[in-house]
């Protein structure tokens, strides 16, 4: 399983591409945002089915962009991380097929991103492989890869992981020839200091910001699923001399579906970085905090801490590769849109021809109850007026939905398995049906939500069961912070004559 969130203001759609024949020596033009032609590259003679960002064939792939060091990035390279990712679904089985394709194609056609860690799954292996450019006129780009043993998680965001990497085992590591000797000829690395070469110090060295924003995510990840390391938060707080964390961990449990699900649904609750403490939560336990992250104030520079659910995710998958079961039915995509703790995930199976129209349309530009983005967008705004009350209102109906998918899951590919034997095209029609159907339904649901939480929460009030508005003040703790500030301005009692108000000054 690999999960991924796609972080960015943009509407997203969700896309399906068949696999297609071509003819022998045909090309591929490759256009930007624009619909404007960026080059052609050689096509393949046969690609392979694509929904969201799985094949058919049950590889999934993820990213993160790290950026690393700036100068590094090849204005003149053609492939961006995004078309690596497609073409490596077209035209790969295996996460080892698909780390063979995206590095023979940045050789011949040059790579144009910053850096970038791919998260590759198929239903035997999981890989995580970093890669960045030459820097402007360079050749190819500069990559290491590693497979997560069997048993392990791994987690990565927005910072280069990978630190020191074995150069005789390809089993389980890949790298390019250069991954060493332009870091050295770049002055990136000195084989003199003694200290062994770390990919991630090389091509990404941390700061302050990386390791607050980055370093955090994993860490609340890896707190998580496995308690019993009690691992510290030293590093992500910046402590000096502390140890970059693990590349990966082994969970104390097995983790399911389900679990990804909570893993992925963060905002370091229960720790002291619990991001609904305290005034910046406002009055109603709000753990978002808006854009810029980071802020200065008397030449003091500060930060808001970076949690893995935010609020300007557009989409996010966790994906399923499972070799006990055939390619059509081992792999879903479970996907949804917006932030992850407020969206609600459904399954899209590998095989699937057609997809769920809500998630396909709609534009950043104008608000559209067809869209599933938009509704999940206006849900999750509108608790946030009134957080503490209404995120229960949306997580029940979270825990709803996905149960229901997750405990129907069995019985569906029991189904399906035994069409996949008489009936392969009614298979693939019935798992296209009930994914398509799931995920209209569940459109459907948030809307409903919507609504409910407008009556319900009308202007600041309650409804109770008998549906009368109550008033629902603020905590305890909350208004003593705010007497802190105006107690004289607002105490509700009579002044002696000829003393003035307390007023605040701007």
């Known amino acids: 399983m690999i999960t991924y969130t796609c972080d960015g203001e943009f509407h997203p759609h969700l896309e399906y591409s068949p696999s297609v024949d071509y003819a022998p020596g045909d090309s591929l033009e490759l256009k930007d945002w624009h619909d404007n032609s960026r080059g052609w590259i050689k096509q393949v003679e046969h690609t392979y089915a694509v929904v969201g960002l799985m094949n058919e064939h049950q590889l999934a792939i993820g990213e993160t962009t790290f950026d690393g060091r700036l100068e590094l990035k090849n204005p003149d390279g053609l492939l961006h991380y995004w078309d690596l990712m497609q073409l490596a679904l077209e035209r790969a089985k295996t996460a080892r097929e698909a780390i063979k394709v995206m590095t023979e194609l940045v050789a011949e056609y040059g790579y144009k991103s910053t850096g970038e860690s791919f998260s590759i799954a198929d239903k035997e292996e999981a890989w995580i492989m970093e890669m960045i450019g030459p820097g402007e006129g360079g050749k190819g780009a500069i990559w290491v890869a590693m497979r997560i043993p069997d048993g392990y998680i791994s987690a990565h965001a927005n910072k280069a992981r990978i630190g020191v990497f074995p150069l005789d085992d390809p089993d389980n590591c890949l790298y390019s020839e250069n991954v060493i000797s332009y870091a050295i000829e770049n002055e990136y690395y000195d084989p003199s200091s003694g200290e062994p070469f770390r990919f991630s110090d090389a091509y990404h060295p941390p700061t302050p910001k990386s390791k607050r924003w980055a370093d955090g995510r994993v860490w609340s990840i890896f707190r998580r699923a496995a308690p019993s390391l009690d691992i510290s938060p030293d590093h992500f707080r910046g402590v000096e001399g502390t140890d970059p964390y693990p590349l990966w961990i082994k969970p104390d449990t097995k983790i399911s579906v389900g679990d990804v699900f909570s893993l992925m649904r963060d905002h370091f609750e229960g720790t002291d970085y619990d991001l609904r403490e305290g005034v910046d939560a406002g009055p109603y336990g709000s753990p978002y905090r808006w854009r810029p992250l980071d802020w200065s104030v008397d030449s003091v520079q500060y930060g808001w801490d970076r949690a893995i659910s935010t609020q300007q995710t557009a989409f996010s998958f966790v994906s399923q590769s499972r070799s006990n079961l055939p390619d059509p039915i081992g792999g879903v995509f479970w996907y949804g849109v917006d932030d992850t703790y407020a969206t609600c995930y459904f399954p899209l199976y590998c095989s699937i021809t057609e997809i769920p129209y809500s998630y396909t349309v709609g534009s950043l530009q104008e608000f559209s109850w067809e869209s599933a983005w938009w509704i999940f967008n206006f849900v999750s705004n509108f608790v946030n007026l009134k957080y503490v009350y209404m995120i229960e209102d949306l997580k029940a109906l979270q825990v709803e939905l996905e ?55 009308n202007d600041g009030y309650v409804k109770n069961e008998e549906g009368r508005a109550e008033n629902q003040g603020y905590s305890d703790k909350w208004l003593r912070k705010v007497l802190d500030e105006k107690a004289d301005q607002l105490r509700l009692e009579d002044k002696p004559a000829n003393v003035p108000e307390t007023r605040l000054i701007d």
């Open 403 to 457: 149960t229901t998918a997750l405990t129907l899951q069995p019985t569906i590919e029991q189904t399906a398995l035994a069409l996949h034997k008489s009936n392969p095209d009614m298979m693939s029609s019935y798992l296209t049906n009930y994914s398509v159907s799931t995920a209209e339904t569940v459109s459907r649901r948030w809307r409903e939500l919507g609504e409910f939480l407008i009556m319900n929460y």
